[in-house]
């Protein structure tokens, strides 16, 4: 692990009762969320509410997302730690942190400004130096920096931006929530091999949406 967190006893019921018991299995995955401690990356009233089993408001209309879904979409990108990864949608930079810990680097967009600076100013004051920040149309990739051996999307697409797709690395995988409605999309797992793709569509869920600047 790179940051020496304490124990977090809110962590630790956070994965016993959401992850575990839904079936999260990666004990590397499972061993950070329990120590990241996630009540600092909510502030105001909702900070109380920080390990509750479910997506949270952090302002500007955007939201961290649940617990279980953080692990989900994260255990889909089998991490092995020498990965660099394409974020897009930093938000509160929770899911950042348990992506620095368990990759090589992490290259993280958002497209609000404010966001990103709140989340840079405690990633780095945790002592993350892996991490790589951008403010911007994350949907459009970070082309200087590709290609990249996997890549999350923490908003809601209409279909897969085509920039992401050719900013995969060969073997890659890019982790996305596709769906036409606001109200219901599904995790969508893309995989390069060559010039190859495969997709295959998995769990429900309910994203923000990602917005094409
Ligand atoms: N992973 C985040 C966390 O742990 O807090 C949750 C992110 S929130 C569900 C989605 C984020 O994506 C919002 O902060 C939103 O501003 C951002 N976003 C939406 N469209 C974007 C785009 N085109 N480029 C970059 N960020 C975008």
Known sequence: MLIQYGVNPDGERMVDFQLKARGISDEKLIAIMSLIPRHLFISGKKRSESYGDYPLSIGCRQTISQPYMVAVMTERLRLAGREKVLEVGTGSGYQTAVLAELAKEVYTVERIPQLLKRSKKLLTELG?????????????????????????????????????????????????PVGGSSNYQQLTILRRSGNHFTVEKGLGCRFVPLVRE
């Open 128 to 176: 993350y130096q892996n991490i790589y920040f951008r403010s911007g149309d994350g949907s459009r990739g970070w082309l200087e920096a590709a290609p990249f051996d996997r890549i999350l999307v923490t908003a809601a697409a209409s279909s897969i931006p085509p920039e992401l797709k050719d900013q995969l690395a060969d073997n890659g995988i890019l982790v996305i």
